[in-house]
T-cell receptor
Framework: DVKVTQSSRYLVKRTGEKVFLECVQD?????MFWYRQDPGLGLRLIYF???????EKGDIPEGYSVSREKKERFSLILESASTNQTSMYLC??????????FGDGTRLSIL | GENVEQHPSTLSVQEGDSAVIKCTYS??????FPWYKQELGKRPQLIID?????GEKKDQRIAVTLNKTAKHFSLHITETQPEDSAVYFC??????????FGKGITLSVRP
């Protein structure tokens, strides 16, 4: 069974802080994705990666960056956290054109 | 880019009745259409998917139909049960493995 693990279920940070959200998958998937989920807006893609050190912007990349130094790990970085980045963040991974598997999510609050 | 719309946004059915959730997409190049179920506080989980080379796929009480000409696809749940209550997301993707999600529908099954 595919396991996608996000480092924190809940996180509280302050405005202006640099925030790191970590995601690890154990199935050697080449594709990894970061989404944010807000009520009434569904899942919106922030960034994705097809391979180590590769990244592509999704639909809402502003205010975020990513890092993929190892195949199994994909990090989302909020360079200077703002209150409008309070949200649920979901990581997913997939193999080729196979379905995406999601982690449990990180509920991030920016105060 | 792709735009996926999901209607209605909420649906309430009596236990034992059928539920139908419809989605439309805009990019005629899209060729993969998954459906995810998200229970309260849990990760989205794939329940069924369909590729553009087939028109219908069934898995026990769940079926998905695809009309490429009209660019819409639907999720059909028969003999609904209270445990079917959840948020359901449709999505579409094309040549890359990037998914565009609809905003989600909240299905309530009344006992």
């Amino acid at each position: 069974d595919v396991k996608v693990t996000q480092s924190s279920r809940y996180l509280v940070k302050r405005t202006g802080e640099k925030v790191f959200l970590e995601c690890v998958q154990d199935m050697d998937h080449e594709n990894m994705f970061w989404y944010r989920q807000d009520p009434g807006l569904g899942l919106r893609l922030i960034y994705f990666s097809y391979d180590v050190k590769m990244k592509e912007k999704g639909d809402i990349p502003e205010g975020y960056s990513v890092s993929r130094e190892k195949k199994e790990r994909f990090s989302l970085i909020l360079e200077s956290a703002s209150t409008n980045q309070t949200s649920m963040y979901l990581c997913a991974s997939s193999l080729g054109f196979q379905p995406q598997h999601f982690g449990d999510g990180t509920r991030l609050s920016i105060l | 880019g792709e735009n996926v719309e999901q209607h209605p946004s909420t649906l309430s059915v009596q236990e034992g009745d059928s539920a139908v959730i419809k989605c439309t997409y805009s990019d005629s190049a899209s060729n993969y259409f998954p459906w995810y179920k998200q229970e309260l506080g849990k990760r989205p989980q794939l329940i069924i998917d369909i590729r553009s080379n087939v028109g219908e796929k069934k898995d026990q009480r769940i079926a998905v139909t695809l009309n490429k000409t009209a660019k819409h696809f639907s999720l059909h749940i028969t003999e609904t049960q209270p445990e079917d209550s959840a948020v359901y997301f449709c999505a579409a993707s094309g040549a890359n493995s990037k998914l565009t999600f609809g905003k989600g529908i909240t299905l309530s099954v009344r006992p």
